[in-house]
T-cell receptor, first 118, second 113 residues
């Protein structure tokens, strides 16, 4: 069954508005979640690491004020795209660690969110 | 720096034919290696992983991959492809001891009936 639930699966918003994407770990508590971005026909790029109870760690080149991450509980992380612009249109995917929270547990990915900014 | 190369952007095979998707990595120590599959508009599903031990690993859906340290490769294989295997396949490497995955650019598989 699904390990990670991501919502919404697709969203269309107007330029200048903000959009929130939720990522839930269904089977186990996840102290760490990861947010990826995938451009059309390209690979996944890690945006940030979301840590429960602390600030997210952003990858180089990712605007932390643009992409707000909140890891409010052990099962929920949210990514908010603030003041969205057409260039933010992309496929956003979250992932969580395996249930044993060890490096030998591969990541489980959500089904992604297709964001289109008009 | 670590990197992953998938030389083939597109591959087309006939249903029932064998398949091999190539993956080469660059990493100094023993990496953690993964193959994921992505259907259109979907997230990624883990096919198989290699951490240590037997260099030939079996995965789901009849896939297998072989880790060859001398060639820095982790190629994915399937003896007989099914139409439902049409998807995008990503190879990924993780630094041992971290969760930072580096993905290849993907190989899009098309299966002819």
């Amino acid at each position: 069954g699904a390990v990670v639930s991501q919502h919404p699966s697709w969203v269309i918003c107007k330029s200048g508005t903000s959009v929130k994407i939720e990522c839930r770990s269904l089977d186990f508590q996840a102290t760490t979640m990861f947010w990826y971005r995938q451009f059309p026909k390209q690979s996944l790029m890690l945006m940030a690491t979301s840590n429960e109870g602390s600030k997210a760690t952003y990858e180089q080149g990712v605007e932390k004020d643009k992409f707000l991450i909140n890891h409010a509980s052990l099962t929920l992380s949210t990514l908010t795209v603030t003041s969205a612009h057409p260039e933010d249109s992309s496929f956003y995917i979250c992932s969580v660690m395996g249930e044993h929270s060890s490096y030998n547990s591969p990541l489980h990915f959500g089904n992604g969110t297709r964001l289109t900014v008009t | 720096a670590q990197s992953v190369t998938q030389p083939d952007i597109h591959i087309t095979v006939s249903e029932g034919a064998s398949l091999e998707l190539r993956c080469n990595y660059s990493y100094g120590a023993t990496p953690y290696l993964f193959w994921y599959v992505q259907s259109p508009g979907q997230g990624l599903q883990l096919l198989l992983k290699y951490f240590s031990g037997d260099t030939l690993v079996q995965g789901i859906k009849g896939f297998e991959a072989e880790f060859k340290r001398s060639q820095s490769s982790f190629n994915l294989r399937k003896p007989s492809v099914h139409w439902s295997d049409a998807a995008e396949y990503f190879c990924a490497v993780a630094t041992s001891g971290t969760y930072k995955y580096i993905f290849g650019t993907g190989t899009r598989l098309k299966v002819l009936a």
